[in-house]
Every structure is written in structure tokens, then in C-alpha cells.
């Protein structure tokens, strides 16, 4: 089997186009969606994701506002300006760029975000929420994730869902959300025991382990929905993910490359959850 590609790039572009479209005929463009983007420091990887974040609010018309801090801020001025966001009414999403040095509680400032205002759904009123199955802040990644699936028409209710990492910001809640949707979801970790016969019995995979080409053609049900989340660099400098392509393309019926799988999606996602949130301010 050769398996067809979902491609994040293709289902962004057309969730952006929307936005905007959105945006553009809001309110006959009186009022705009704002978002504040925090980041503290200076780590490479996190200047550039908020600068994707940026570009791409800028071009669907949000205005995006980015207060750039030094290593060196108190926990107790950062904790000011998210304040300050708070009650800031030209601003309808905040996002702290994680992750924070180590003086700064992530879960102090997270906690602080007000929860109308936590696009990146972070917040423990949103996780509880999203988990009682009520209206929330959907976090970015599994969000979109389950926009790609809904997008290439792959039906959720009554597969078995395989999460591969439980990290608070894809694993946790990406099995939720699909139990949201009548999956039967297993989790796995690096404590896992007998992962390879999780991995196989997996209508739909997801692998968010973070450990290069991972999962291996002869770990994938033949017909697996595959959904690779990883980045990774290789020692040649190339990107890869957590699932080896060129294998699991073989035996998955649909798998998302890796650049241009997951990643636009998780900034879409951002952009769509900024979007409700000024949406109901000003409805
Ligand atoms: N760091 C890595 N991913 C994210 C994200 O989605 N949101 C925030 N705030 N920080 C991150």
C-alpha cells in the first residue's frame, strides 16, 4: 500500500483562508482580533516559532502585539503584564511562549492567563473543560490534528487510537479529544510495556515521543492512519519525525509528512482559537 498524504500545509491554507475571510467581513473590519505573544529569552527555537506566529496573525488580518523580555525578568514582572493583558480590552488571546527559565513558574503563569484570554488552551479551567466536554480553548496541536483527520474525512467514533508521548501540550490532551470523539484511546509511554503490539493494533497512530523515525514500518496495521508530530533534526541538518516515512508510507492508508504535516497546523489552530475568543467579547 502507498499511503496518500495528508498535508498540513494544504488544510492551513485553507483554514487560514477562512479566518481571514472571517476577519475581513467582521464587524465591516471595526473591531480586530488581537493577540499578545510573550517570549522571554533568547532560545533560538522559541524566537522562531513566535515569529511564524506573527507572520501568519499578520496575514489573516489579527493584529499581533509581541513583548519580548529578558532572561533576567522576575516572575513577578511577568506575572504583571499577563495582567495587563488580562484587563487589555484591544486584546482577545495571550500566549507565553514556553518553555520559561528556570526562576519562572510555567504553571504560575499559565494559571494567570485569564482562561478567556488562554488561546493556547493551557489553562487547568480549560484542560477541565475540554475534558467534562464543554466549550473550551482547544490546545493548538491535537486541535489541529483532529481538523486534518475531520479535513481528509478519516472517521474517529469506535478506532482504536494509539497516543505515542503524555506530554501536557499534545499527549494528554490529543486522547481526550479523540475520546471526545468515540475513539477507544491507549496511551503509551517510555514505561510502556509490549509497545510494539499497542503501535500494531492502532487504527489510528500518533506518535509525539520526540525520538527520530520511531515508529517502524513493521510496528503499523496495514491501513493505519499515521500522524507523525515529531520534529527532529538529523545529524545531516535535514527534518524528520518521529515515524520513518519512506517504511510506514508503505503500510499506512494515510500518514502526514514531516515538514508541512502537523506544524502549520498548530499556528492555524492558534489563529482559529484567537479568532473565537474576540468573537465572543464582542458578540
Ligand atoms: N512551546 C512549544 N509549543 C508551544 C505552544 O504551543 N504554546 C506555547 N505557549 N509555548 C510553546
Known amino acids: 500500500m502507498s499511503a496518500q498524504l495528508i498535508s498540513g500545509k494544504e488544510v492551513a491554507a485553507s483554514l487560514r483562508e477562512e479566518i481571514k475571510q472571517e476577519i475581513a467581513s467582521w464587524k465591516n473590519g471595526e473591531q480586530i482580533p488581537g493577540l499578545a505573544v510573550v517570549l522571554v529569552g533568547d532560545n533560538p527555537a522559541s524566537r522562531s516559532y513566535v515569529k511564524g506566529k506573527q507572520k ?3 496575514e489573516v488580518g489579527i493584529h499581533s502585539e509581541l513583548k519580548e523580555l529578558p ?3 522576575t516572575e513577578e514582572e511577568l506575572l504583571q503584564i499577563v495582567k495587563d493583558y488580562n484587563d487589555n480590552e484591544d486584546i482577545h488571546g495571550i500566549l507565553v511562549q514556553l518553555p520559561l527559565p528556570d526562576h519562572i513558574s510555567d504553571k504560575k503563569v499559565i494559571e494567570t492567563i485569564s482562561p ?4 493556547d488552551g493551557f489553562h487547568p479551567i480549560n484542560i477541565g473543560r475540554m475534558m467534562t466536554g464543554q466549550e ?5 496541536t491535537p486541535y489541529g490534528i483532529i481538523k486534518m483527520l475531520e479535513y481528509v474525512g478519516v472517521s ?3 478506532k482504536h487510537a494509539v497516543i505515542l508521548g503524555r506530554s501536557n501540550i499534545v499527549g494528554k490532551p490529543m486522547g481526550q479529544l479523540l475520546l471526545n470523539k468515540n475513539a477507544t484511546v491507549t496511551h503509551c509511554h517510555s514505561r510502556t510495556k509490549d509497545l510494539e503490539s499497542y503501535m500494531q493494533s492502532a487504527d489510528i497512530l500518533i506518535a509525539a515521543i520526540g525520538r527520530q ?3 517502524k514500518g513493521k510496528d ?8 507523525d508530530v515529531g520534529m527532529n533534526r538529523k545529524d545531516d541538518g535535514k527534518l524528520c519525525g518521529d515515524v520513518d516515512f519512506e517504511e510506514v508510507s508503505e503500510k499506512a492508508s494515510y500518514l502526514t509528512p514531516v515538514p508541512g504535516g502537523v506544524g502549520p497546523m498548530t499556528i492555524t489552530m492558534l489563529l482559529y ?4 475568543s474576540a468573537k465572543r467579547f464582542h458578540r
Open 56 to 58: 501568519a496573525s499578520k
Open 71 to 73: 532572561e533576567s525578568v
Open 116 to 119: 478567556v484570554k488562554d488561546v
Open 136 to 140: 473550551a480553548f482547544l490546545p493548538c
Open 156 to 158: 474517529i467514533e469506535g
Open 213 to 215: 523515525e520511531f515508529v
Open 220 to 227: 503499523v496495521k496495514p491501513g493505519a492512519v499515521v500522524i
Open 273 to 276: 482559537n484567537t479568532l473565537q
